[in-house]
């Protein structure tokens, strides 16, 4: 038997001992050995009522998970509760080249509907449980206060811990699916109250709304890691309403892409700043103020990879994360005033707003489904870097208000403003 320093209690002794088979041992062993590296010194049993997995897709040089997983589902070791996964990496209504499709189809994601039954039997929520903003309403997978999760999504855990007060560690890639499994993970990091507090003071000083996903890539590159408390965010967001959860949406996934942030505080706003105020705040923190010039400086900061900077793009991906549905509504609005004003019927350049199967589904229920659709705007389920993962896509001048998208692919970041005027009236920013 394996040498541990973790306190076990006696049901967790006993799967490690092999009372529910040799294969459901060696996943609590990994578990333990996993939370000793961080210097876990016990395990907790995790309470959401679902858990979310980041490995969505059917890669075929994924041959190693696939057995791991065939192991698993014969030894009778499915997940303790149902789970949603991320996006799908394929979707036909995204435009692709003839030689795209041949590459998706063919050499990339070939194990796609096979590792998508090896899900379904692992215990996957429903057919359509694939997205990344699992935690909207219309999802299901929305985590209460306190509830301890097994996700490694990074926007989602980011956006779990922050604006639903759930605890979460930034997990790898297998490790979520194995928590779920033994229904246990360790207990360190971002599951304490010392874990959550803040060591760094973050005051927002601009003279407008901050963009989320640059003001989420300035914090993210400072603090990496490390817990911010940020204040002076509540004067643009008011309180904690649907507008407000779509924006620490993607603030929060830019935070965690372009730094490591696995939790942040907004004054006022998230609910354990709202509790516990300042008391969050770690002794001496470091001090990062940003205003308008330090925007600018960020966004000028970054690098375009594309190999003709002046390239006309291709195609345009806003979602990602996946967009709300009142993200759907106001860019619905938004694009359609851009071209009333640019005379243009549609859209000049072939854009994407992605979002989960669930919100899409709510989303064609109301009118403003047909209207996107006569903008020329496709809607799809996808996730735009499965897409762009590649050095076919690699090669397309992309561009996206992103800043996960540009920090891992060749895509080119723009803000929301200067989005809409490249896709309504293609003028060049
Ligand atoms: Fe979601 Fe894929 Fe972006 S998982 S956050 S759409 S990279």
């Keep these: 038997m394996m040498a541990y320093k973790m306190k076990l209690t006696a049901s967790q002794e006993a799967v490690l001992n092999g009372s529910k088979g040799d294969v459901m041992a060696r996943v609590m062993e990994t578990m333990i050995r996993y939370g000793e590296l961080f210097g876990a010194e016990s395990m907790v049993p995790v309470t959401g009522k679902y858990n979310h997995l980041v ?23 499915t997940s303790v ?37 090896q899900l379904d039997k692992l215990g996957l929520l429903e057919k359509d449980a694939f997205t990344c903003t699992c935690y909207m309403d219309e999802v299901g997978n929305t985590p209460g206060p306190g509830d301890v999760l097994s996700w490694s999504e990074s926007s989602a855990v980011v956006y779990a811990n922050s604006v639903l007060g759930a605890r979460c560690n930034r997990n790898s890639g297998i490790i979520d699916l194995m928590g779920s499994i033994v229904g246990c993970v360790p207990y360190f990091g971002l599951l304490t109250d010392e874990g959550r507090k803040a060591t760094w003071l ?26 911010p408390y940020i204040t002076g965010l509540d004067k643009w967001l008011g309180t904690l309403d649907e507008d407000a959860r779509t924006y620490l949406k993607d ?40 205003d ?34 009142n993200q759907l509504i ?45 903008t020329g705007v496709i809607v799809s389920y996808i996730c735009p870097l499965m897409y762009m993962n590649n050095p076919l896509s690699a090669s397309m001048p992309v561009i996206t208000s992103s800043n996960k998208l540009r920090t891992y692919t060749s895509a080119r970041y723009y803000t929301d403003d200067e989005i809409l005027e490249q896709i309504t009236r293609g003028g060049k920013i």
Excluded at 96 to 104: C, G, N
Excluded at 204 to 215: C, H, S, V, Y
Excluded at 276 to 283: S, V, W
């Design 55 to 77: 490995t969505s897709f059917g890669l075929k040089a994924l041959g190693p998970v696939y057995d791991l997983m065939e192991k698993l589902i014969d030894a009778g070791c």
């Design 330 to 374: 106001s860019w619905t609005e938004k694009v359609e005033k851009g071209l009333k004003e640019s005379g243009n019927e549609k859209v000049v350049i072939p854009t994407v707003f992605t979002a989960a199967p669930a919100v899409l589904k709510k989303f064609k229920e109301t009118s403003y489904a047909m209207r996107l659709e006569k």
């Design 292 to 325: 308008d010039a330090e925007l600018k400086r960020v966004y000028d900061s970054y690098p375009v990879i594309w190999k003709n900077k002046d390239a006309r793009p291709k195609l345009c991906f806003m979602g990602c994360p996946h967009m709300s549905m």
């Design 251 to 290: 603030f929060g996934a830019a935070t965690a892409s372009n730094g490591a942030v696995g939790l942040y505080h907004v004054e006022g706003i998230t609910p354990e700043a709202a509790e516990q105020k300042r008391a969050l705040l770690a002794e001496n923190p470091k001090v990062y103020v940003i």
């Design 202 to 227: 973050v005051e927002i000083k601009t003279t407008k709304k901050p963009e989320a996903q640059l003001l989420g890539s300035a914090i993210g590159m400072k603090v990496m890691e490390d817990v």
């Design 81 to 117: 509760q149902k789970f949603t996964a991320d996006p799908r990496p394929l979707d036909k209504n995204v435009p692709s080249s003839f030689i795209q499709k041949i590459v998706f189809d063919h050499f990339m994601y070939s194990k796609q509907e096979y590792y998508e039954s």
